[in-house]
């Protein structure tokens, strides 16, 4: 089992950053990627970052690419999300979830996975 704890979320200007914290914990967690998803109201969820525990590769949605980062400390069992020049359309909840399937293109449009955090919101006020 996995547990996933996502922190950071604000109010932020736009132009502004901000970066989320997922806290990963349980049994296991070499056989998981890991990836940020968001969810607006009246929105569609859209999978953003992912990073593999494999090999730290990762992927970014086209929305946030260039503007968002994904890291992870293991020795904190912990996965980042960096968000710099922040818009208004970033505003959503914030979800990080592991899936046993690899870090790809693909895994970013998956909507079932097999673990999710509650997530964390994010306004970027205009």
């Known amino acids: 089992q996995v547990q996933l704890v996502e922190s950071g979320g604000d109010l932020v200007q736009p132009g502004g950053s901000l970066r989320l914290s997922c806290a990963v914990s349980?049994?296991?967690?070499?056989?998981?990627?890991i990836g940020w998803f968001r969810q607006a109201p009246g929105k569609e969820r859209e999978g953003i970052s992912c990073?593999?525990?494999?090999?730290?590769?990762?992927h970014y949605a086209n929305s946030v690419k260039g503007r968002f980062t994904i890291s992870r400390d293991n020795a904190k069992n912990t996965v980042y999300l960096e968000m710099n020049n922040l818009k208004p359309e970033d505003s959503a909840l914030y979800y990080c979830?592991?899936?046993?399937?690899?870090?790809?293109?693909?895994?970013?449009?998956?909507?079932?996975?097999?673990?999710w955090g509650q997530g964390t919101q994010v306004t970027v006020s205009s």
């Open positions: 349980g049994s296991n967690l070499d056989g998981y990627d």
């Open positions: 979830a592991a899936d046993r399937a690899d870090c790809s293109r693909t895994y970013l449009l998956l909507l079932i996975l097999d673990h």
């Open positions: 990073i593999s525990n494999r090999d730290g590769s990762t």
